[in-house]
């Protein structure tokens, strides 16, 4: 279905994507995963050519994209794209006719996934008199309408409540079944573990590990021990033979050192704690990727570091729109000063009014290609 080869993309001095590679396949759940500015955003966008990619191949079966096929897609952006005074069922008919989808046809499908999410009784409510979960459920249904082939979803699970996250996974296990190749994009791990079927995890632009979920968990081997308990389990950390141990209040995941040791740790841990569970498995997905891209900069201190603990805070270049703008700004500030400067007391107040609107407008212009320049990285 879709083919990415050597994706890359440079945005001035940073390179957002770099040599990303994915084959999806139809009826196929596919998990695109990394931390916080990992470059998953712009490998998407840049996959449905929202942004031109600077090289690489961009293919739907077999043949390079155009923007016809759009309308083949589904896509379901992390930050909400709706107009926010108009009607739900205007809404949702608006976006289906964007995809070429118009009639009766249409209009009964979408109050039927309205039925479906619970939003039958809100179709002429305005949108901005939903909640955040409602208005989640709203734009999720302008991704489905046109019965795309294929749907991409940037972080889905966003907004929605335990019972609709089970809403929204039985939705996709059923898109999969009617053969909807499915890319979804998360950092909610247990449900990629319970999904998808393959995965890539990009860090920094780069993909650093892909291919099927169960073979990917078979690679890290059976060394990941499982362990509920009653009591403190703080000592689990320090015990020999544990390798890295995320413990919590009565549950701990323990990365044994060697395989075959675990029969040592329980009669060491009996003692100590009331367990409940002893479980040797593979190990977890969230294991997995802190163990690949590795634990948050301030969890990897050095223990005896001396005073504060200092955060340095990456810098960005700044980008050709936003040095545009803000030249833009500086001129219309300094043509209003002249102005000011120079005018005679007779000439009132209206042209320097004027050059104010121009500030302000100049000032919410940059304002706007800053967020944008944030919101793509």
């Excluded at 059976?222 to 919590?248: I, M, Q, W």
């Excluded at 500030?359 to 944030?374: Q, W």
Aim: charged share 25%; aromatic share 6%.
């Amino acid at each position: 279905m879709l083919t990415v080869r050597n994706l890359r993309k440079e945005f001035d001095t940073v390179v957002a994507v770099d040599g990303v590679s994915l084959t999806v396949e139809r009826g196929e759940l596919f998990g695109l995963l990394g931390p916080n500015g990992a470059g998953k955003t712009t490998t998407i966008r840049t996959a449905l050519n929202i942004i031109r990619p600077d090289s690489g191949e961009i293919l739907f079966d077999g043949q390079p994209f155009t923007t016809g096929m759009w309308n083949i897609i589904g896509y379901l952006p992390e930050e909400r794209g709706l107009y926010r005074k108009s009607r739900v069922i205007t809404t949702l008919l608006y976006f289906a006719a964007l995809k070429g989808k118009k009639g009766e046809e249409v209009r009964l499908s979408a109050y039927e996934w309205l039925e479906k999410l619970g939003l039958a009784d809100r179709a002429e409510a305005r949108i901005d008199e939903l909640s955040k979960g409602n208005q989640q459920k709203i734009q999720l249904i302008t991704a489905l309408l046109h019965d795309p082939q294929l749907l991409i979803l940037d972080e889905p699970f966003s907004g929605f409540d335990p019972v609709n996250q089970i809403v929204l996974k039985d939705i996709l296990m059923d898109l999969r079944r009617k053969g909807v190749a499915i890319i979804f994009s998360t950092h909610q791990m247990e449900q990629v573990e319970k999904m998808c079927d393959n995965i890539c995890l990009i860090n920094k632009g780069k993909p650093v590990l892909q291919g099927p979920l169960k073979q990917i968990k078979q690679q890290y081997g059976r060394n990941s021990v499982h362990v509920e308990y009653e009591g403190d389990g703080t000592f689990l950390k320090a015990l020999p033979g544990v390798r890295k141990a995320d413990v919590y209040q009565n549950y701990a995941e323990l990365e044994l050192a060697e395989p075959g040791r675990s029969g040592e740790l329980l009669k060491t841990i009996v003692g100590r704690l009331d367990v409940r569970k002893f479980e040797l498995l593979e190990p977890s997905l969230h294991s997995i990727f802190i163990s690949v891209v590795g634990p948050p900069p301030e969890a990897s201190l050095a223990p005896d570091q001396s005073g504060p603990a200092k955060i340095s805070r990456p810098t960005r270049a700044i980008s050709a729109k936003v040095k545009k703008a803000i030249a833009s700004l500086a001129l219309t500030i300094i043509v209003a000063l002249l102005v000011v400067l120079t005018r005679g007391e007779e000439d009132g107040w209206a042209i320097p009014a004027i050059l104010l609107g121009a500030i302000l407008l100049s000032g919410f212009r940059l304002l706007k290609v800053i967020k944008a320049e944030g919101e793509g990285s």
